[in-house]
Nanobody, 115 residues
Framework: QVQLVESGGGLVQSGGSLRLACAASGGIFRDSAMAWYRQVPGKRREMVASIFSGGRTYSSDSVKGRFTISRDNAKNTVYLQMNSLKPEDTAVYYC?????????WGQGTQVTVSS
């Protein structure tokens, strides 16, 4: 059974940094695309960044230059380094993996950026 567990969220001041981690289990994911999404109450979940099996990455315009996605295939873990955080980055952050034609999601981790 595939499981994703996020960690690293918390409260940080504007301009600060956090590093999220998402540990995947129940399979081998080095050939799978993985991504981070975020959601605030009342809004749709939006993609923040994604990383593909070859290492190619994508970041949304709202975080480009501030957030970096990476992965450690040996640990089945994907990371999101978040720098220069802004209050508008406050959200629940979810990781997801597309494995064997199915999307799996973690339970989310809260990130709160105070002004």
């Amino acid at each position: 059974q595939v499981q994703l567990v996020e960690s690293g969220g918390g409260l940080v001041q504007s301009g600060g940094s956090l590093r999220l981690a998402c540990a995947a289990s129940g399979g081998i994911f080095r050939d799978s695309a993985m991504a981070w999404y975020r959601q605030v109450p009342g809004k749709r979940r939006e993609m923040v960044a994604s990383i593909f099996s070859g290492g190619r990455t994508y970041s949304s315009d709202s975080v480009k230059g501030r957030f970096t996605i990476s992965r450690d295939n040996a640990k089945n873990t994907v990371y999101l380094q978040m720098n220069s955080l802004k209050p508008e980055d406050t959200a629940v952050y979810y990781c997801t993996v597309n494995f064997q034609l199915r999307d799996y999601w973690g339970q989310g981790t809260q990130v709160t950026v105070s002004s």
